[in-house]
């Protein structure tokens, strides 16, 4: 007779939590550099979608920041800050702190994103959206993470 398939777990109960991904943060750094891109769009109300694309190239486990202020006076002031930390696992996925904060014109909302996903090199994800109640302007924030070899 075949052997019996092994059984496959039950799906998680209503309300519960499901399976966990297990990620390795404390295992050795990898010797590769990382280059994490985030790309914000901000899209609605009477003007064109307009795309914010910051690039920081880091190695495993390191941090990196990046500091934008426009210099005008008020209300056209923006900024951009971004605080990015890759970790790679051991199954290639790179675990990736990001902390974002965008102030662009009056009509584009404020956004601040606190984000720790797991990437797949080379390939984005969107990690945030936030609308404003005011003038419906969105913004869109992408990140990317890619494996330097």
């Known amino acids: 007779p075949a052997p019996a398939a092994p059984a496959r777990p039950a799906p998680p ?6 399976p966990f991904v297990a990620v390795e943060p404390n295992q050795p750094e990898q010797l590769v550099d990382i280059q994490i891109d985030i790309v914000l ?8 979608p307009t795309r914010k694309t910051v690039t920081l190239t880091l190695a495993d486990k390191q941090e990196g920041m990046v500091r ?3 210099r005008q006076a008020a209300p056209q002031a923006g900024s951009l800050n971004v ?9 290639g996925l790179v675990l990736t702190r990001i902390g974002l904060e965008f102030s662009g014109t009056e009509d584009v909302p404020f956004v601040q994103v606190r984000a720790q996903p797991l990437l797949e090199s080379g390939r984005a994800l969107r990690i945030s959206r936030a609308v404003s109640p005011r003038t419906g302007r969105s913004v869109t924030v992408e990140v990317t993470a ?3 070899k």
């Open 13 to 18: 109960a209503p309300g519960t939590i499901g």
């Open 41 to 48: 769009t901000d899209a609605g109300g009477n003007q064109p």
């Open 146 to 148: 890619t494996v330097l």
């Open 68 to 70: 934008s202020m426009d």
């Open 83 to 91: 605080d990015a930390r890759p970790v790679m696992q051991a199954n």
